[in-house]
């Protein structure tokens, strides 16, 4: 099958074989431009126009885990470890509000020593400055701690699946594993949350067939959000040497989600940003609808260097705000003015 045979059948029934899915993540030229003009226009009739802005609020760094390729993880030593104070996250969520933000992410290191209840006050006390939609992003914890953190007011889990191949998930991730990873996901779900997965592309000992399980991954969990980038070596990790992700082919599992799953948030995300000058106006270009700006302060930003030369860091957060306000008028798109729920079909 020619890949316009396979964009086709796409577009009749959104089901396709491993193997097409893996010649549309190698394809070229022409056959790249029909991928990533298709899934623009499927962004466009299933998502439309608008750009939902999510404000990401990196709030400590701290990290019990071990993750072979960030920079957080628990061995990198030369790295100063931060948690902002309660008075500057909520001084963060008023200038969010002021700026028209609809939707906070607050993502931190997996560190089980913050207790449920601080960060359900947190949470509560956000959600009185604006009706925020609020994200968590901070790894695994209990299913009591997440049903306490729902009660005050939390909405959304983004918890990437981080690779489809659970004996390479278990390796870069000491001590974890991709079952229970998946099965906290979908416990969320139960539990009312919207839930976002998403991988990293280029991980050292990933074939491209496990990102084409990647890609049946997402669409299998319905998930309402998936995370899509290229993974980036950090030096203060046991990955410094080996090569980043390949952009080209994150843009092509970006299109190829978009098309399989229509209705998802698929965000630009900051990695392609860090790879590219121009990846997040690439990504809105074929599916992409989601911005994250990074609201964290100044201060704190080069300490949470997850991978590094991270776009932004030297910016403060009215910089973010205004550069990537600038992409939206580049992309000839426009910000949404609502929350951005999922708009998956729920069981
Ligand atoms: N600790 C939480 C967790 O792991 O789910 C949330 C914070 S973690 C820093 C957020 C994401 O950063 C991870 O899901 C991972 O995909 C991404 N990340 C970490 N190291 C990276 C690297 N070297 N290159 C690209 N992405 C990376
Ligand atoms: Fe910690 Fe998340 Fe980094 Fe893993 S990816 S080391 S859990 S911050």
Same mark, same amino acid.
């Given at each position: 099958m020619t890949v316009a045979d396979i964009l086709d059948k796409i577009t009749a029934d959104?089901?396709? #074989?491993?193997?097409?899915?893996?010649?549309? $993540?190698?394809?070229?030229?022409?056959?790249?431009?029909?991928?990533? /003009?298709?899934?623009?226009?499927?962004?466009?009739?299933?998502?439309?126009?608008?750009?939902?802005?999510?404000?990401?609020?990196?709030?400590?760094?701290?990290? /019990?885990?071990?993750?072979?390729y960030c920079g957080l993880r628990r061995s990198n030593k030369k790295i100063t470890r931060y948690r902002m104070t309660d008075q500057e996250i909520i001084e963060t969520g008023q200038l969010a509000s002021r700026l028209g933000y609809r939707t906070l992410v607050l993502q931190s290191g997996e560190y089980p020593d913050y207790s449920a209840k601080e960060l359900a006050d947190l949470v509560y006390r956000l959600k009185t400055i604006n009706d925020f939609a609020i994200t968590l992003s901070i790894g695994q914890r209990s299913l009591t701690d997440y049903q306490l953190l729902l009660s005050a007011?939390?909405?959304?889990?983004?918890?990437?699946?981080?690779? #489809?191949?659970?004996?390479?998930?278990?390796?870069?991730?000491? !001590?974890?594993?991709?079952?229970?990873?998946?099965?906290?996901?979908?416990?969320?779900?139960?539990?009312?949350?919207?839930?976002?997965?998403?991988?990293?592309? !280029?991980?050292?000992?990933? #074939? $491209?067939?496990?990102?084409?399980?990647?890609i049946l991954l997402i669409q299998t969990m319905n998930a309402d959000m998936a995370g899509i980038g290229p993974f980036l070596p950090h030096p203060q990790t046991p990955l410094a040497a080996c090569n980043a992700g390949s952009y080209t082919l994150s843009l092509h599992e970006l299109?190829?989600?978009?098309?399989?799953?229509?209705?998802?948030?698929?965000?630009?995300?900051?990695?392609?940003?860090?790879?590219?000058?121009?990846?997040?106006?690439?990504?809105?270009?074929?599916?992409?609808?989601? $911005?994250?700006?990074?609201?964290?302060?100044?201060?704190?930003?080069?300490?949470?260097?997850?991978?590094?030369?991270?776009?932004?860091?030297?910016?403060?957060?009215?910089? #973010?705000?205004?550069?990537?306000?600038?992409l939206v008028g580049r992309a000839n798109r426009t910000i949404a003015s609502d929350r951005g729920d999922s708009l998956q079909n729920r069981r």
């Open positions: 959104k089901i396709i #074989s491993e193997q097409d899915i893996a010649k549309l $993540l190698c394809c070229t030229d022409d056959d790249e431009q029909q991928l990533f /003009s298709l899934a623009n226009q499927t962004r466009q009739s299933n998502v439309g126009n608008e750009i939902h802005f999510r404000g990401l609020i990196e709030f400590a760094n701290f990290c /019990s885990n071990d993750c072979y007011g939390a909405d959304r889990i983004l918890m990437r699946h981080e690779t #489809s191949d659970s004996a390479l998930f278990t390796r870069l991730r000491p !001590g974890t594993n991709l079952t229970a990873r998946l099965s906290l996901l979908t416990q969320l779900r139960e539990l009312g949350y919207q839930i976002g997965l998403g991988n990293m592309v !280029g991980l050292p000992g990933q #074939s $491209l067939m496990s990102i084409v399980q990647d299109a190829i989600v978009r098309l399989l799953v229509p209705r998802i948030h698929l965000p630009a995300t900051t990695a392609l940003a860090t790879i590219c000058p121009d990846g997040q106006l690439a990504a809105l270009n074929c599916g992409a609808n989601v $911005l994250m700006p990074n609201l964290t302060p100044h201060k704190y930003r080069k300490l949470y260097t997850i991978y590094p030369n991270k776009a932004g860091i030297t910016e403060d957060p009215l910089d #973010s705000h205004q550069r990537l306000l600038y």
